[in-house]
């Protein structure tokens, strides 16, 4: 019995060692490639290890092309995700808050437009918003890529709904018997409830940031 499980564990081993070498294999791809000369990279691009090792692209690289340095770039992309990542958190979490905690006449009627939203492809909306963002002067500026994320988005607003919703609703009627009123529900009682949902869509909206609106402000 024992000698059978040495080999099971060496096979179980040996099997995760491959796997996570499959798994690690693009990473190491990568990263030496990047270090490899142009000639080298066209006569073996399967390699690992490069047999030259040219540190000096990633200095080439950052000075960029244009008179545009790596520095510019990275700039852009950290200054819109940020700005981006806030807008997003804070309209978001107020219209979740609104249509969890907030009973109004017509709040049916704007969660489903809201959810509708999510069936429009991307492609739909370009022309309307260019043609919007032209009429504005924004044309060339930050301000398209910035500004539409203060105004939430659909698959956030409900993310968060559904953690709101899971609060008691107890907690806010002993906030409101002490003399609470919304800003106060949601300053102080909700928004410490719903912090890994609100880390979630920060993560989130950052990393689609730094991935699509900020390559088009380079």
């Known amino acids: ?7 099971t564990d060496i096979i179980y081993h040996a099997g995760m060692v491959i796997g996570c070498f499959v798994m690690l294999y693009p990473l190491l791809w990568l990263i030496g490639s990047s270090l490899k000369t142009n000639d080298e990279y066209y006569a073996s691009p399967y390699s690992v290890i490069p047999k030259t090792w040219a540190f000096s692209n ?11 340095t790596f520095t510019t770039f990275f700039g852009n992309s950290l200054f819109i995700a940020v700005l981006s990542t806030l807008g997003t958190v804070i309209s978001c979490t107020l219209a979740a808050y609104g249509f969890s905690r907030i009973r109004f006449r017509t709040r049916k009627f704007w969660f489903a437009a809201m959810l509708l939203t999510m ?7 370009m022309i309307p918003q260019y043609l919007l963002f032209n009429q504005l002067g924004w044309v060339g500026t930050y301000l398209p890529i910035i500004v539409p994320h203060f105004c939430g988005g659909a698959f956030n607003v409900f ?25 106060q529900l949601f300053s102080r009682i909700m928004l410490p409830l719903v912090k890994p949902a609100i880390a979630t869509v920060a ?12 390559r088009r402000a380079w």
């Open 159 to 183: 993310l968060l709904m559904q953690f709101m919703k899971n609060v008691p609703k107890e907690m806010d009627e002993a906030a409101i018997m002490d003399g609470c009123g919304h800003l």
């Open 58 to 68: 990633y200095t080439e690289g950052w000075a960029g092309f244009a008179r545009l």
């Open 1 to 7: 019995m024992k000698r059978k499980r040495k080999i």
């Open 119 to 125: 069936c429009l492809p991307s492609q739909v909306l």
């Open 203 to 214: 993560v989130l909206s950052f990393m689609g940031s730094c991935s699509s609106s900020s």
